[in-house]
């Protein structure tokens, strides 16, 4: 069974900085995409910033410049760096990869979600 476990979620002021992370546990092959989207009240899921295997990101036009994402690929684990917080930054962030569960097939998993408040 396959999981993604986030953590590093919380309550940080406007212009802070937050780290959050993302470790894939599990019986799989190999991991293709990670990455992560948000979702604030009332508002559809977005993206924030995926990464190939090989570290080659795409970010949202909102976080650009502000968020940075990094893998181990030996720990499974993403990372996301969260500089210069925005109240408007606050949502439930999810953690997502695309993972091959054998040479042939590979699925999409998501994380339960963590809740970032940015407010003073």
């Known amino acids: 069974q396959v999981q993604l476990v986030e953590s590093g979620g919380g309550l940080v002021q406007p212009g802070g900085s937050l780290i959050l992370s993302c470790a894939a546990s599990?019986?799989?092959?190999?991991?293709?995409?990670m990455g992560w989207y948000r979702q604030a009240p009332g508002k559809q899921r977005e993206l924030v910033v995926t990464?190939?295997?090989?570290?080659?990101?795409t970010y949202g036009d909102s976080v650009m410049g502000r968020f940075t994402i990094s893998r181990d690929n030996v720990k499974n684990t993403v990372y996301l760096r969260m500089n210069s917080l925005k109240p408007e930054d606050t949502a439930v962030y999810f953690c997502?990869?695309?993972?091959?569960?054998?040479?042939?097939?590979?699925?999409?998993?998501w994380g339960q979600g963590t809740q970032v408040t940015v407010s003073s």
């Open positions: 997502y990869a695309q993972i091959k569960i054998s040479i042939v097939r590979a699925n999409d998993y």
């Open positions: 990464s190939t295997r090989a570290g080659s990101a």
């Open positions: 599990g019986s799989f092959v190999s991991i293709n995409a």
